[in-house]
């Protein structure tokens, strides 16, 4: 059981990591760290948290284990304060969704002070954002992603991931650099697709909304997503995200090129091809 858990960012993942815990009963204390002391309210109000602050050092103070939920810039911005405010030996992890440079930069500070970071990100989320959304069982049967290296120690890693499978999660491990790349195929990928399916018809004609079905809904559901979130989420991991969209013109190109050939057997055993991979997700 952990005895003080300090949450920073209590939006949709941070809130519903403290809510989950809380119904869980996994911390003895739960503490909200924000920038709002109005935003963070709700959540002491409605006994998800035991207590909030606006003051780093205040809310830090005797944590055993931290979580970082803020958009990944801030989440980097904060680190250089959050190691300085938490107390040696305690255990830090962050749900960011890019995680090189995250990594690189937590166990650097970590390594430091010293205390103990794993890089997690809970493949899980909404298109909506804040305390407002967050939900208990947002990580039942989630993914979460665990990215630890040559310099990670065996115990945190052990702590962190039981963390993570106590709020109802299944574990994946993978070093940061090909997470990156995976995610940016994944996830980033598919958002900034359905970003541009969405603008593709504004460009056509906006009226064409009017006969959008469940398809073009489901397909763009995603472009809906906070945008203050995701612009940190595709600038940060520019490089990845560039390969998985050459990957993805050359799928474009190669289809397009199929649709306009003769050749409607071989489209549609190309099509059928994409149907089975498809199919074994599940
Ligand atoms: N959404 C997803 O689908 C998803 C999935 C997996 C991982 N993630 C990752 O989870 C993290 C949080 O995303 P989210 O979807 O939970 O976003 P969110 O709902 O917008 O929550 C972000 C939280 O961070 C707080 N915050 C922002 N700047 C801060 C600062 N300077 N100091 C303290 N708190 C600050 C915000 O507080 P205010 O109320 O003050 O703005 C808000 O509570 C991101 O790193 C994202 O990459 C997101």
């Not at 050092?57 to 190691?83: I, K, M, Q």
């Not at 090189?100 to 493949?123: D, K, N, Q, T």
């Not at 190669?254 to 997700?281: C, N, T, W, Y």
Request: proline share 5%.
């Amino acid at each position: 059981m952990i005895d003080r858990l300090a949450i920073v960012g209590l939006g949709l993942l941070g809130g519903s990591i403290a809510k989950a815990a809380r119904a869980r009963s996994l911390a003895r204390e739960i503490i909200a760290v924000g920038r709002s002391a109005e935003r963070l309210e709700p959540a002491r109000r409605d006994g998800t948290v035991d207590r909030v602050s606006t003051d780093l050092s205040a809310g830090l103070d005797g944590a055993d284990f931290c979580v970082l939920a803020t958009p990944v810039t801030t989440l980097l911005d904060l680190l250089p304060a959050v190691c300085e405010a938490l107390p040696a030996g305690a255990l830090l992890t962050d749900v960011g969704s890019t995680k090189a440079r995250i990594v690189a930069a937590a166990e650097r500070l970590a390594g430091a002070r010293p205390l103990f970071f794993i890089g997690s990100h809970p493949m899980a989320g909404a298109e909506q954002a804040g305390y407002g959304v967050a939900r208990a069982d947002l990580l039942d049967g989630a993914t979460v992603v665990l990215t630890p290296t040559a310099q990670s120690d065996a115990g945190a890693l052990e702590r962190v991931g039981a963390l993570w499978q106590a709020l109802g999660a299944r574990l994946v491990h993978l070093d940061p650099a090909t997470h990156d790349r995976a995610v940016a195929a994944v996830s980033h990928l598919p958002h900034l697709v359905a970003d541009a399916l969405v603008d593709a018809v504004v460009r056509m004609d906006s009226g064409f909304f009017e006969v959008a079905a469940r398809g073009f809904k489901d397909t763009t559901r995603i472009a809906a997503a906070s945008p203050p979130v995701w612009r940190e989420i595709y600038h940060d991991n520019r490089p990845a995200l560039a390969e998985a969209l050459a990957a993805f013109r050359k799928s474009l190109d190669h289809l397009e090129d199929m649709v306009a050939a003769p050749d409607g057997a071989a489209l549609e055993r190309e099509l059928a091809r994409i149907k089975q991979v498809r199919e074994r997700l599940r």
